[in-house]
């Protein structure tokens, strides 16, 4: 692992935060990119933060995009927010509203 990069308490849930990551795993950094740019999905901007920022870290220790490949891409559970809606006969039903962790390491391209 060459740089890492987390985003947390993301307003999504983990499964469809899974689905654009399985698009990019083990992609170079600029094909990555490229994927996310032409996708129709909102949570791909949560995704291409994380990326931007995971590809800023590799910078810092003097490496460019071009020489990054996506490694390990995970999206985990993070914690629940639990709110309420009226339902009939006077009761309240729960309403849960998922958060996920977005965990991207990233790794030198082996030629």
């Not at 949570?43 to 810092?60: D, I, Y």
């Amino acid at each position: 692992m060459i740089a890492q990069a987390k985003g947390r308490h993301l307003r999504v849930s983990p499964t469809k935060v899974r689905q654009v990551l399985d698009l990019i795993r083990g992609k170079s950094v600029p094909v990555a990119i490229g994927i996310l740019e032409h996708l129709n999905k909102p949570v791909k901007e949560k995704v291409v933060k994380v990326l931007h920022s995971a590809v800023a870290n590799a910078r810092q220790k003097g490496l460019t995009e071009d020489q990054l490949i996506v490694s390990k891409i995970i999206a985990d559970q993070g914690s629940v927010w639990k709110r309420f809606r009226a339902a009939s006969f006077g009761r309240a039903s729960e309403i849960l509203k998922k958060t996920s962790h977005i965990t991207i390491e990233l790794d030198l391209k082996t030629k």
